[in-house]
């Protein structure tokens, strides 16, 4: 975070020249013929399949951006597309001021009780800084969620969460300051006037129009199948949670702010483990040299680090990917460890992309960045099972990016793929963290060399689904209020909007928040990002990613001709070629709700459920 007044001042300044240069550049009729002119001419018929797709993806970006209207439309798209952006920001900076504008002040450790050390510790830096006594509690995640899930006051756990769950509103603390109330109003009004100018019927027909899923109705339906089947686990899951509270607190009512506490409670009480006890098993060398046997495993990579390559930082190492048959596919640095000012999160990003030019083939090179504990003492750093999760997620996005045989970067590895279908090569990877033959690779004890024992393992894999069905309805929630609230070009004021969430909530959900509870008034996800109609994307993709893993359980998770099928079908092809076209050419077939289900232990019916 580098958020300043200046800052804010400049990009402010900056904001309406970029989203003209964008709606102009979308908007350049000179362009736009040259492209049409491509694609109505004899030409077009001898491009291959990528180049076409290229030039398809250009004419349906320019009529998005509005090419097509008129003089008086053209002035008006423009004009709604830099409202929309000074709403989005407006929004944020709402949401910003609104969770820096709250913080609580403690002096009685008896408040605190049941927060972990590294909790209290970083509420008793944020007293430092502020030369308070005690501790000091804010409403940023680090600070929050522990309050949530081990506070044993409350008092305590309700004033924060009323705190948060009202912040940019006109209810609790901070009421009416920084309220998100218009700014939503004019988010959701804008976009339908943008959609209706463009010839949709919503939002949300508009937001398709890019994406992997076909329509509305099919969205729709793909996320009702899924409450279906969610929605009763979820409602036994909370059964029990509230069992649970009054059997060990004798607790009648579970507020929303009990439910975090009592469910790590129970998770403590039913898998006595911690992240920490699996930390001895994944030294980092042994890691790496892991992950990359399961890649080669699968897809006969062979993965050789490459010395004298200037790099940032002398943590940074680069390597190079070769394939089955020793031609070098491509490169990649790698930055594991956190650092002073380096970004935090793990991500992978494009250094190169693979591009045929006169002179060659450009090979793509990928960063992998991850914020890791830095070794100490010359001792390896040990991650835990988390982290090794992330590791492997980020290497299925760069082996996306970095295998592609598409020579044109507009759709060459994860270019011109949809939203909604990017991540899944890299929550397809992340299976191979679960399963006793691959863990056997590499979690190995860092002192014994044991291999993971069996009950640890076996506690790893039932925690994973740990109220799996309350963590569904939940995204469920987020995703049906999400895409009703852009199905349909109907005005809706903070009432209306706070009203259709009520609606969903009443048909999915099994957690009911208190009348106060303004959670919609900080969902920068569809406010102010990029997932307006778009945040059902999240289980779609898990859809797809355990639907293409189940082949790989029927025919063993290193079954040599599977691993070559994704290869070819899934991870060379990029943005070529149409995602539902490649996963049917991958899995023999559309895709199926029924792997995730099981895999979730929602269900472990062998029923066929349809799919997206
Ligand atoms: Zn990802």
Redesign the pocket.
């Known amino acids: 975070m580098a958020d300043s007044e200046a800052l804010r001042r400049a990009y402010n300044a900056c904001l309406p020249r970029l989203t003209e240069y964008h709606t102009e550049l979308g908007q350049n009729a000179a362009l736009f013929a040259a492209c049409r002119q491509i694609a109505e001419s004899p030409e077009y018929a001898r491009l291959d399949s990528a180049q076409q797709k290229v030039i398809d993806n250009m004419l349906r970006d320019f009529r998005l951006s509005g090419v097509d209207l008129d003089a008086q439309r053209k002035a008006e798209f423009a004009e709604i597309q830099q409202q929309l952006s000074r709403a989005q920001t407006r929004f944020e900076e709402n949401l910003l001021d609104a969770t820096h504008g709250w913080s609580l002040h403690v002096t009685d450790r008896e408040r605190l009780r049941g927060l972990p050390e590294s909790a209290l510790a970083l509420a008793a830096d944020a007293a430092r800084r502020q030369d308070k006594p005690g501790w000091v509690l804010t409403l940023d995640i680090p600070s929050y969620l522990p309050v949530m899930q081990y506070a044993e006051d409350a008092g305590l756990r309700r004033d924060m969460y009323e705190a948060f769950v009202t912040r940019a509103s006109e209810q609790g603390p901070g009421a009416g300051r920084w309220d998100n109330s218009v700014p939503m109003q004019e988010i959701l009004a804008l976009r339908s006037r943008l959609a209706g100018l463009l010839g949709f019927d919503s939002y949300a027909d508009y937001s398709l129009a890019r994406k992997m899923a076909e329509s509305p109705a099919a969205v729709l339906e793909f996320l009702q199948n899924l409450v279906s089947h969610a929605r009763p686990v979820a409602r036994r899951e909370y059964a029990e949670l509230q069992d649970f509270a009054r059997r060990s607190d004798g607790v009648d009512t579970l507020n929303a702010w009990d439910a975090a506490f009592y469910a790590e409670r129970l998770r403590r009480e039913r898998f006595d483990f911690s992240q920490e006890d699996l930390r001895p098993y994944f030294p980092v060398p042994q890691v790496i040299t892991g992950l990359f046997e399961v890649v080669h495993k699968l897809y006969g990579l062979r993965i050789l680090k490459r010395m004298a390559v200037d790099t940032w930082h002398p943590d940074v190492t680069f390597y190079d990917i070769y394939d089955r048959d020793g031609n070098l596919r491509g490169g990649f640095y790698l930055d594991l460890y956190a650092r002073d000012h380096k970004r935090g999160g793990a991500w992978m990003d494009e250094c190169r992309i693979r591009h045929r030019h006169a002179g060659g083939t450009q090979l793509p090179v990928a960063y992998l960045t991850c914020n890791f504990t830095p070794p100490v003492g010359g001792e390896d750093s040990l991650l835990t099972h988390d982290e090794v999760t992330t590791l492997f997620?980020?290497f299925g996005?760069g082996l996306h990016h970095m295998l592609t045989l598409v020579d044109y970067p507009d759709v060459a590895g994860i270019n011109g793929v949809p939203w909604d279908a990017v991540?899944l090569p890299?929550q397809f990877l992340e299976n191979w963290c679960w399963e006793r033959e691959s863990l056997d690779l590499f979690a190995r004890h860092h002192r014994t060399g044991e291999p993971l024992p069996a009950a640890l393992l076996d506690k790893m894999q039932r925690a994973r689904n740990f109220q799996s069905g309350m963590q569904m309805v939940r995204q469920l929630e987020f995703a049906l209020f999400d895409f009703r609230l852009h199905g349909d070009r109907q005005e809706r004021d903070a009432a209306a909007i706070q009203a259709l969430l009520e609606e969903v909530r009443e048909e999915v959900a099994v957690i009911r928040p208190p009348a106060w509870n303004r959670f919609q008034h900080s969902f920068a996800h569809i406010f102010a990002g990029g997932y307006a109609a778009g945040y059902y994307s999240y289980l779609w993709a898990e859809v797809l990613s355990a639907d293409a893993f189940s082949k790989f359980e029927e025919n063993g998770i290193f079954d040599r001709p599977t691993g070559d099928q994704f290869l070819h079908t899934i991870l060379e092809q990029g943005g070529a070629r149409d995602p539902m076209e490649l996963f049917t050419a991958f899995r023999g077939r559309e895709p199926r709700i029924d792997a995730l289900l099981r895999h979730s232990g929602i269900s472990t019916a062998e029923t066929a459920a349809p799919g997206p």
């Open positions: 997620h980020e996005h991540e890299s």
